[in-house]
Each structure stands twice: as C-alpha cells, then as structure tokens.
C-alpha cells in the first residue's frame, strides 16, 4: 500500500528537521521573488503613471472620435452622396434603351436639371460607397460613348468584392484595351476578371474572352487552358459551344 507523507507534523528526526527546514527556505525564497516581481511591476506602474494615462486616454479618444466621425459626419456623407446620384442614375438607365445614347450617358456624366453627375459625385463624394459606385458607372458611361482610357481609368478606381460588378468591371477594362489595341493588356483583365468569378454568367464570358484574345496573341496553349476550363466546368452556359469550337482549332494550332 503506498504511504503518504503528513505536511505540518512534528519532525520525527534529525533528517526530517533538516528536510523541514530547506522546504520552508525554498518557500520562502518563492515567495520573496515574487514580492520582489511584484514590488518591481508597482514601481515601474507609479513612475510611468502619468504615460500609461496619456496612452489610454488617446485611445479612448479616437475610440470615441471615429465613432462620432462615422454617425455625425460618415453616415450623412454617404445618404447624402446617394440622394445626390439617384438622377445620373436615371439618365443612365434610360441610355440602355435611348435611341440617344450619347446625350443621356453625358448627361448622367456630367450631370443635368441642376443635379450632379457621376463625374461631381466622384469628386465631392470621394470615400464614400456612393462615391466608388460613381466609378463604376462613369466608366462603364464612358465605354457606351467610346472614351475607352476614360473607362479604363474610372473602372480601375472602381472596387469591390461584389460577385457580379467586381468581374464586370475588370472585363469591361479589358474590353476597352481590346478597342485600344492593346490585346496584351486585355488578356490580363480578362483573366483578373476570371479569377474574380465562380458563377455561370461572368466566368465563361471572360474565359471565352480570354481564350479568344490569347489566340490572337499567338499564345495557343493558354488559349487552349481557357477554351478547356469552359467546356470542362461551364458545359451548361451559353459560351460553351463556341468553347468547344476553338478548342478542336486550338488544338490543331499546336499540333
């Protein structure tokens, strides 16, 4: 049967006093490095008080002034900056199915009836949802009236995670350098744009793009790779008939 030792009894012999003895030593010493830690950590808390307190309150501060930048200044720049957009909006919509385009997409770029214009929301608006918004459709305004740099600099400035506009925007850049001659640059968008799509309505769009732009550029494989991906992973879209199409020519390219 295993025996345990009794803390706090009498020490029966000269070793057990002994023994006695260092074990309340080695507590002792704990202890006294940690009052010494302790005392050490007070000291250098009441010398640096007067910093430890400076550091906290400006983090309150600016805990507190961002939050009273977003309610009080951030909030009503963004409602503002959407109120202000709602007719460029309207003259670009009705440009979709305006038998005079151009007026109504320059009226939506510059603005009319004394309302701004996606170019004004831009520039007073800038950092704001409303404000990057503008950049999508001044650039994609821009592409129906034929100012591709245009286009490519408003769409460039454009960002978002959005599924749909973020792919759209990246292709419609391409789309521009297509018209610009310049192919090389255009591949790049396109491909931007694939890898910014998973769904059945853009990725095809922009892998057949892509594919049709790489064999113009005489780089067949790579067309090859996106002419593939569509007939592989995209057999049910629109695109992938003409997909498979340039495949059997791309593969006779390279033979």
Known sequence: MAT???????????????????????????????DEG???????????????????GAVAICVLGYLGYQQF???????????EMFQAQQYFEQALTSTTKDSLYNLSLNGGEGKYGFLDIIDNYGGTKAGNLANYYAGMAYMNIGEY???????????????????LAKGAIGDAFVQLGQEGDALAYYEKAVSLSDNEVSAPRFLLKAGI??????????ALKHFKKITDDYSGSPEADKAQLYVGQTEAMNK
């Open 4 to 34: 345990y030792k009794k803390r706090g009894g009498r020490p029966k012999n000269k070793a057990e006093r002994k023994s006695q003895i260092e074990e309340n030593s080695t507590t002792a010493e704990v202890f006294n490095t940690l």
């Open 38 to 56: 302790a005392s050490r950590t007070e000291a250098w808390v009441e010398k640096n008080q007067k910093y430890i307190l400076i550091f906290v």
């Open 73 to 83: 200044i951030q909030e009503p720049k963004e409602s503002e900056a959407m109120n």
């Open 149 to 167: 740099q245009n286009a490519i600099d408003r769409l460039d400035d454009f960002k978002s995670k959005d599924a749909m506009l973020g792919p």
């Open 213 to 222: 732009t790489a064999m113009n550029l005489g780089k067949t494989e790579e």
